[in-house]
């Protein structure tokens, strides 16, 4: 637990104050029960949790706006917070003070199709926009694997990534505009509708990915895509990790291919999986799979695409391929990698789930220094990812046999050979998840002092008083 | 001509600093003529030239940090300049001082095909990258349409787009890592080889269209793309603008495409091209052409698209249209359409090159509201430019009869129209171009006070003397 020591308590009277600005149904306040949903996020250990003083619902712009001056005149800390999906501990208001918690501002405001361009507020469910531009023949491209719970406004405050990155990019890509309510409480418009803007620095870029530090948005424009016309899946069964994991540089190289996601999971997340959801293991023989995801406008030409990549799977060593078309046999084929992340949890015995990310051909070098690491600190290793973009996800999980405490002693230990070794194969710490408070003292570790400096600068720029999820991203 | 009076001027003492940097003959000091090129870009007007006082040419990152660091000492004035191909006064060194020129900066590093990614300096020529990639059956999609001369460090420092930006995007979507060295002189290296990052701030965006306010590129860092086994372009000739401009929103809404590139030219655009260019008149009876690049790895499905696209434009109403595969027949149809740029300037009445950006549905709107400031204004307003991302060029060109003094004292108000009517459509001041120096008085007519506060926040954070090219996008 954090000292307080710089921030203001949110005190009864700061309640009331807040009660003018939002209706009094859209305030959680010496409520324990009710206010503990909004201490952690999907991060498992403990000490990443911490209550807020109070929880706000805001529904517009304007409301935010006078909570974030507020809470500068008294010096409270303000935690934005999406559906508390993220895996960095972002939401997570390690100073106490207000959680602003946009589940309210969850309309989908325009879907706009001369432009092929949707509005939405920060609150609107991945999933629920998906859902509703399909019908159009559309699709939002950058989201992440959480899609059925997690929020747009949480996707582009992480510039979170997806299955289908490698060929569609990340949140980050489609986000046009946004309106921002600034640190010290100016609402302000960047971007909008239109798709090329040389006008002043690039404010929109600059907030993706800011983890809730710079920024709170209070409407998100995205760029759409035509839903591909036809798509192809396939299910590779592999002897090894190895075989598996020079599939994707081959692809990219000999092929000059970009599937839309290169999958990847080894045996043991396949296992555990497997046990979670109750069903047979259907990957006999093999310790490592990938599934790999062909779209395009052509059946014929993602057909005959597919049998190029699955002629240099053979090439590796693959020793089976199943093909899925149609959304009932995809959705077959995927099941196992939709639910690791649910399995692992339910497991009780994950230390910690990694995020890291290197050149995607230098994934295949990550694998043995894993080995190593499991060796050296009696641990498992277990991953499981989207190789395609070189985004590995290394879970820590302590053998069933060893005691919890010695391994949490050690964890310090293996982040730290972890994340410099992905430093050193030209990679970072996160690729997708962000640094929140999780990592946040890990970042002098692969980043200079002159690049943190120069970051550190923007954020007391911008945030004079620190008031914006203080604690995140930097230490 | 600006005052000085902030800056210290580059006396023979500093340059003698300067000579302890770099070699002696990477220094042009004392020398009108050879430093006249170095006083301009390609905007036309006189108003807009400056000349630097010295210019240094670097080799390395090293060499720039020093020198960076030694005009912060002595509070010189630093203007970085790529090919000089701009058109908002962006590499203009306004207050004198040193310009640093990237020209001997210009290899290309390091073409990683298991990745697919380029290391580049930024004085490569962006064509000379796309050359290079090319036999390796690659290409590098997001250059803007004076590829032929312009610096890459250039086109990151503007995120310059072109005539592919509709489907492909504009530069700064291809650029995943950037050595960039800050006003105050440090080397940073954000982003690298890796697809995704979440580690902090997106730096790399922030830097690119920052117009060489922010910091210095000595690498660069690219994305490359397959390129696309089947290319198909089409001429379509119209009768009158509004047939032309209706073809873009159709082809979003009604057949879910997108084109690679939909460019756009109108009568008075083609006929002083063609006169530039001495060829005869292809367009007879058509008041505006549409070029529509479509691209894809099928060559049926490409073709398949274009008929389902030409039946729009039949729709609305198109006189005839060209379809053209293979280089030979491309060349031919594009050429008019790359020379206009050129034939602009040659004919020496034009007051300003514009490029305005609007939501791509909203063009349209855009052509009787130039009509009447023609009218209002007494000048001819023609456009051309990349219609499909709503990115018109629109030229201020003074008739042959009219008084050139009388012209260009009506030209802010005229400009001030433009601007708001853009303003008014949800567009902006430019979209591929920059706001430089050219725009910059601009600036707080189209953005509100706190989004330019916002702005100049991070300036001042970053560059606290003021050192890197000042005087552009802020007044």
Redesign the interface.
């Known amino acids: 637990m954090k000292s307080q020591q710089n921030y203001a308590p949110v005190t009864d009277e700061v309640v009331l104050s807040l009660k003018k600005i939002v209706n009094e149904n859209c305030i959680i306040y010496n409520d324990t029960e009710k206010i503990e949903p909004y201490s952690h996020d999907e991060v498992q250990a403990k000490e990443y949790a911490h209550h807020p003083e109070v929880v706000v619902m805001p529904r517009s712009a304007r409301e935010i706006a006078e909570i974030v001056k507020l809470a500068n005149t008294r010096k409270i800390p303000i935690t934005p917070r999406g559906a508390g999906s993220g895996l960095s501990g972002g939401a997570v208001p390690l100073y106490g003070g207000i959680v602003l918690s946009m589940e309210r501002m969850n309309r989908i405001l325009e879907i ?6 949707a509005v939405v507020e920060p609150g609107v469910i991945t999933n629920d926009l998906n859902n509703k531009v399909k019908q159009e ?2 699709f939002f491209a950058g989201y992440p694997m959480s899609l059925e719970t997690c929020f747009i406004g949480g996707n582009v405050a ?4 997806g299955g289908r ?2 060929k569609y ?2 949140t ?2 489609y986000v046009i505009g946004l309106e921002i309510i ?1 640190p010290t409480g ?5 971007g ?12 929109v ?2 907030m ?3 983890e809730g530090t ?1 920024g709170i948005f209070s409407k998100i424009t995205l760029k759409l ?3 591909p016309k036809a798509r192809i899946d396939m299910l590779v069964l592999f002897p090894d990790v190895y075989a598996a994991l020079q599939v994707t ?1 081959r692809i ?2 000999d092929l ?3 599937p839309a996601g290169v999958e990847f999971m080894d045996r043991l997340s396949l296992e555990i999986t497997c046990d979670y959801l109750g069903i047979r293991e259907q990957y006999a023989n093999s310790e490592a799979i990938l599934l790999i995801e062909m779209d ?3 059946r ?2 993602v057909l005959e ?1 597919c049998l190029e990549i699955d002629g240099i799977c053979q090439e590796c060593g693959s020793l089976e391929t199943f093909i899925a078309e149609g959304p009932k046999d995809q959705e077959k084929i995927w099941n196992v990698r939709k639910h690791v992340g649910e399995a692992y949890n339910a497991i009780g015995e994950i230390m910690s789930a990694e ?1 890291i ?5 230098s994934i295949v070098k990550v694998i043995p220094r894993l080995q190593d690491l499991s060796e050296k600190y009696g641990v498992l290793l277990p991953s499981f990812g ?1 190789v395609g ?3 590995l996800h290394v879970n820590i999980i302590k053998k069933p046999s060893d005691d919890l405490q010695r391994c949490m002693s050690i964890l310090p230990m293996i982040l730290e050979e972890l994340y410099l070794l992905t430093k050193e194969l ?10 929140g408070h999780k990592r946040s003292k890990y ?1 002098p570790l ?3 002092e ?6 550190k ?2 954020k ?3 945030d004079p008083l620190y008031i914006l999820n203080p604690g995140k ?1 930097f230490d």
């Open positions: 706009d199709l001369e432009n092929m361009v023949g559309l992480e510039n979170a990534g990155a490698m990019g990340v980050g890509r600034l100016e609402i302000v418009q960047y909008g509708k239109r798709m090329k803007d040389a006008t002043g620095y690039n404010m870029q600059m993706i990915g800011s710079l895509l035509p839903l540089p990219t190289k000059r291919l970009i395009g406008n052509s014929e030409q695409e995020d990310v290197v050149p995607p051909a989207h973009d070189g985004n030209g990679g970072t710490i996160s690729g997708e998840h962000g640094i970042l692969i980043m200079g002159a690049e943190i400096s120069a970051m600068r923007i007391s720029a911008l991203i």
